[in-house]
């Protein structure tokens, strides 16, 4: 496919809007459209819909297809996963694909330490195991998360999330032994950036010790970059420290890569630029080239803790999945995406700041490798502006950009290009940014 952004209608076009009204019909409402676009094709870093638009893709399907739409190695290992066989269920009868895939997560994943793996579906199946696996381990309940933080949409995930609207609204009561600590938020800290890791750390160990004790405590969990929350990235330190403190207090320090690995933020997994070993990382999204994928891996004798049996799935590290997601690492690897994701930093922050310097509704610039955000304010304030964040995102999409919005407020506009994007498209997707913030 030409890797060429191209409008041939309005966005979304007469075909789409059809489609879209049998959405309307067949599909329950509470499952949300961010841009009703209907896709025919996509690859690379575009993707072409149903009117023959080509749209340039600045969100990946949330942070998945990093090694790119329809990936090569991907479509040809699924095509002939496809044709051996589709499902015999790991638990059954197992084959040499699900074990492959622990093996080169075992080898990417932060630490010297021996390692396990074990694979599921989504994001959210796997960090519910991550806190199974934790509180088997220690013999604990208690669960820290923290605020903006994202975890996923399944009643335990749901208690970890952050946000009311939409996640949680209405959905209660939710899973108990949940608690909330402040994140090192370096734009909202209210003394300022400087102190903010020194003074979270102080408030997350001082609320811990006072609400819940350490010796209750089975895990922390972080996402080293928060997503949905509106990519903050915590304070330098701050997560150092809280792996220091869970060390000291024999609590699991577990990682929610989900978002940031596979090479999104400039390295394998997020926790590397801060030099934290998590005793637990979740991954997903980015983890198969577009197959629902999920994993846990960690400290063997954490892993290894639970009795046989008592984690699984019936679908958890599907074949067609696993083949997909061999073939997508080997991408990474092959193609240094961790390297393209620093080269397209390289590109987008400096106009990014650029954006800053001319918009004052741009508070914040922040994120890392291809993970990268701008928080929107009301002018010389920090009050959140979610209505300025909708209008250049919806600015972006008649121009046939996609374009993901974030935050606890709304107010983030959050960028995920695939790793493998070219250079034109991103430069050209960045000019559609500026034109959209002028007309915004
Ligand atoms: C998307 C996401 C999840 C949930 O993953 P699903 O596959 O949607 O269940 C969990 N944690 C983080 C950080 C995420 O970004």
Redo the contacts with the bound molecule.
Sequence with gaps: MEQARILKTAIPGPRSIRLHARERAAVAGGIGVTLPVYVERAAGGIVLDVDGNQLIDFGSG??VTGVGNAAPRVVDAVREQVGAFTHTCFMVTPYEGYVAVCERLNEVVPGDHEKRSALFN????A?ENAIKIARYHTGRSAVVAFDHA????TNL?MALTAKNMPYKHRFGPFAGEVYRAPMAYPYRWPTGPQRCAEEAFAAFTAQVHAQVGEENTAAVIV?PIQ??GGFVVPAPGFLAQVAQWCREHGIVLVA?E???GFCRTGDWFACVHEAVVPDLV?T??GIAGGLPL?AVTGRAEVMDAVHPGGLGGTYGGNPVACAAALAAIETMRAEDLCGAARRIEAVMKPRLAALARRFPAVGDVRGRGAMLAVELVEPDTKTPAPGLAAAVSAACHRQGLITLTAGTYGNVLRFLPPLVIGEDLLREGLDILDSAFAAA
Aim: proline share 0%; aromatic share 4%; charged share 25%.
């Design positions: 949330i942070g989504s994001g959210a199946e960090v994202f975890h996923g949409r995930t996402e997503g949905e929610d989900v978002q940031t979740v997903a999204k999920a």
